[in-house]
Every structure is written in C-alpha cells, then in structure tokens.
C-alpha cells in the first residue's frame, strides 16, 4: 500500500469516528432537553451547560495535547507528532471557541452581562488568543522543520503561561460558578443531570477524538501527495 | 557563560548607542504615547493617580514591544547570526546576552519616560520612588525574558513586526496585571502586607519564564 492510499484509509476510518460522535452529540441534545430536569432558580437556560463544561473539557484535553506533543517533538523530533499537535490546536481552538460563544449566551440572562472579566473567562479568552497565535506562527514559517520547532516553543511556553494567566486573574476577581462535579466534597449535582453531564463529557471527548484523528490524517494525506509530486518532478 | 553573554550584551549596546536610530524612536514613541493618553482621559473627573498605574504600565508596554524587534532584527539583516553560532559561544549565553542587552535598553527608555509621566500626570514620583522601581524592574524582567525569546521566533517569519505582538501579548498578563496592581497600590499608600501575593506573582512569573527561556532557547536557531 502507497502512503497516499494508507493515508485515505486513515481519514475514512477518522470521518467514521467523527461521525459516531456527532450522533451521539444529537442523542446528548436530545436527553438534556427533554429528559433531564430543568433547574430551579436558573430554569432552562442552564441545560447549555451540557454543552459549555464538556466543550471546555475537550479544549483543555486539547491544550494538553499540543503541550506534551511539544515537549515530546523537542526530544525525538518525529515529524508525526507534531502533525498531532497541529491537528490538536486546530480542533482545541474550535472547542474554545464553543466554550466562548455557549458562556455568554448563559451569562445574559443569569448573570445579566454577556461577558465578565472573571477569571475562568480570561484565562478562556486568553487560552484562545494563544491557540489563535500558535495557528498563525505556524502558517507564517514555511520550513516544516523550523515551523515544528518554532510552534513547540510556543506550545511550551503556553502550557506554562495559562496557569499564571488564571491565577492573577483569579487575585482579581472570581463571580463562575464554582465546579459541581470535581470538587473536594464529591459531585453536587442531582443524579439525572449529572448522568446527562457525564455522558457529555464522554461524547465530547470522543468527537474531540474524531476531529483530531480526521485532521491528521487530512495532514497526513497533503504531506504523502506533497512527497509524491516531488518524487514525480523529479 | 556570563561573560560570554556580557560580551554580545556589549556588542549590542555599542551597536546601539553609536546609531541611537532604535532608542531615540522608542523614546519620542513613549512620550507621544503619554501625551496622547492626556486626550483619552477627563481631567475634572479622574485624577492622574487613579490612571496611571494603566498609563505607566500601557506605555512601557508598548515601549518594549518596539525594542524588542531590534535585537534579532539587525542581526538577520546582516546575516550576522550565522557568525555568532559559528562562535563558540553556548547558545543560553547568546540568549542571556541578548536580553541583557534589552534589558539595559527598555530600562533606559524606562527611566527616561518615569519622569516625563510624572510632569505630565502630574504625580508625585519622590515619595514613593523605591518601591517603583523595585515593581518597574520585576515585570521588566519578566517582559524582556520572554521577549527576547518570542522575538527570536518572530524575526524568522513572515510579518514579524505584527507576529510578535500576536505573539506576545498574552504573555504580559501576569507581569502587566501584577504590575498595575501594585503601582496603584504605591500610589495609595497601601500597607506592606496588600502587595505581597502580587510580588510573589512577578517573582513566581520571572524564575518561571527565565529558566523556561534558557531551556528552550536552543530551539528558537537554525540548526
């Protein structure tokens, strides 16, 4: 088998993936909206929190990706891991956006402002401009290999950056609702809503799965008929 | 190493000061900076103390930002790089000299923009001039740290001048928020005891960013 065609079976089997994860996505809508029970003070403006935490849960699966794979690429410099973090910051980058437009959509009507300069929702936007960023150094360095170091950098020196970002922010002000399944005292969240959350949880890491599989090897199959054009002109 | 780094420093400072073209641009930038600030403020309802922790700190910002392009700049105009890594020099003491350089640059545009802020805003810097540089020279450190390296990256792409402050900026959270905060809290004439975890913040963010830029540097060269 040529790369170009182990490459085409690759993105058919991560469409696959994908789309099992985009049915579920539809089966997690479904369960949240009509059987899930709607929450008493917030009402239904609260059932897009199945759909904001996950999303933000797979934008930080996302993050640590890129930052492994880029403490990783410095070591053993395989061209494939870096596809991976590329492909990972892409698909990060999407699922921040979600967080980022889902966030505001509750925060009108319950906190009675779109946007607050709270510390989860900085650290968000900033978590963001720096995936943006790390998107546009990468399309700014043509050298596969200076681009793959470059961007490593910036993965690294990210992944340190968040922590920092969240906690001076933190020193400001905090007005998020406080975590209701992570949290010293064990899950507060009444039982039904939190299966639908859960569940959510565990279909958006499988569509974060997807995306990121589909994305590499999309790269994969630019980079197999790249090598093939050149074998050709040559 | 260091006298490895503090030879490049050198160089790049006489560099500097026989032109003076970098240092006196980011000079007349930061005061027309300050002065534009006196149009986007209303003198009868706030006074200049409430603004200017922002104004010192949006200024000096911008300030640095300009330098920083500099110092690999000139370097890649002249295909000089290449001479530096061919010397056997370790490649952290390229990169702390680098910094240093810059260092002893955005300090200098620094301490020159200081006293024009106060005749401008009207504050009164003797009071409260020490714990100021001490702030000044903390989020200095950690701006130019991390400047030093982005702008390594940044001199090798396309758009550089626009890449490293994309780049950039979110990196100035911390060392910017901690600075604001504790210039204001000077200015107030706030106990002790109020600036310690924002100190702990800058301290925290300059050992963090060094030691990370010193380790990764490496990687920023053409091998």
């Known amino acids: 088998m040529t790369p170009i065609e182990q490459a085409q079976r690759a993105l058919e089997r991560s469409r696959i993936l994908t789309l099992i994860a985009l049915g579920l996505l539809g089966t997690v809508y479904v369960r949240a909206i009509w059987f899930t029970p709607v929450e008493a003070i917030q009402g239904p403006a609260q059932k897009i929190f199945y759909i904001h935490a996950p999303s933000a849960w797979s934008a930080f699966l996302a993050v640590v990706v890129v930052g492994l794979c880029s403490v990783l690429y410095l070591m053993l410099r395989d061209a494939r891991i870096d596809r991976l973090a590329a492909s990972s910051a892409e698909v990060g980058t999407v699922f921040t956006t979600a967080v980022l437009i889902t966030g505001p959509i509750w925060g009108k009507p319950i906190w009675g402002a779109w946007w607050t300069w709270d510390a989860r929702l900085t650290s968000t936007l900033f978590l963001w401009f720096i995936l943006v960023g790390y998107l546009v150094l990468r399309s700014a360095v043509r050298e596969p290999r200076q681009r793959a170091r470059f961007a490593a950098v910036l993965g690294i020196l990210g992944m340190l950056l968040v922590p920092f970002i969240h906690l001076s922010v933190k020193m400001f002000r905090t007005l998020h609702p406080q975590p209701v399944v992570m949290n010293p005292e064990g899950p507060t969240l009444p039982g039904q809503m939190l299966a639908t959350l859960l569940f959510s949880f565990a279909v958006f890491t499988v569509l974060y799965a997807g995306l990121t599989w589909q994305r590499y090897a999309q790269s994969a199959l630019e980079d197999a008929r790249g090598d093939a054009r050149a074998e050709g002109a040559r | ?223």
Not at chain 2, 67 to 93: I, K, M
Not at chain 2, 143 to 155: H, K, M, P, Q
Request: aromatic fraction near 10%.
């Open chain 2, 1 to 223: 190493m260091l006298r490895q780094a503090w030879l490049i420093a050198a160089k790049d400072l006489r560099l500097e000061f026989r032109s003076r073209t970098a240092f006196l641009s980011s000079l007349v930038f930061t005061a027309l900076v300050l002065a534009i600030f006196n149009f986007a403020r209303d003198p009868t309802v706030l006074s200049g103390t409430d603004l200017a922790p922002g104004i010192l700190w949006i200024t000096f910002c911008f300030a640095g930002l300009l330098g920083l392009n500099r110092a690999f700049a000139l370097e890649r105009e002249n295909r000089t790089l290449d001479g530096l890594l061919l010397a056997p020099v370790d490649r952290s003491a390229l990169y702390l000299g680098k910094a240093i350089a810059n260092l002893v640059f955005v300090g200098t545009v620094e301490a020159v923009a200081l006293p024009l802020f106060a005749i401008f805003f009207n504050v009164p810097l003797w009071p409260v001039l020490g714990p100021l540089l001490g702030i000044v020279a903390l989020a200095t450190v950690g701006f130019v740290a991390i400047g030093t390296l982005l702008s390594a990256i940044a001199v090798n792409t396309r758009f550089a001048e626009l890449m490293l402050p994309v780049l950039m900026l979110p990196f100035l959270v911390p060392p910017i928020t901690g600075a604001v905060q504790l210039t204001a809290r000077v200015f107030a004439a706030r106990p002790l005891a109020e600036l310690s975890g924002w100190l702990r913040l800058l301290v925290a963010y300059d050992v963090v960013v060094v030691v990370a830029a010193l380790l990764v540097f490496e990687y920023t060269l053409d091998e």
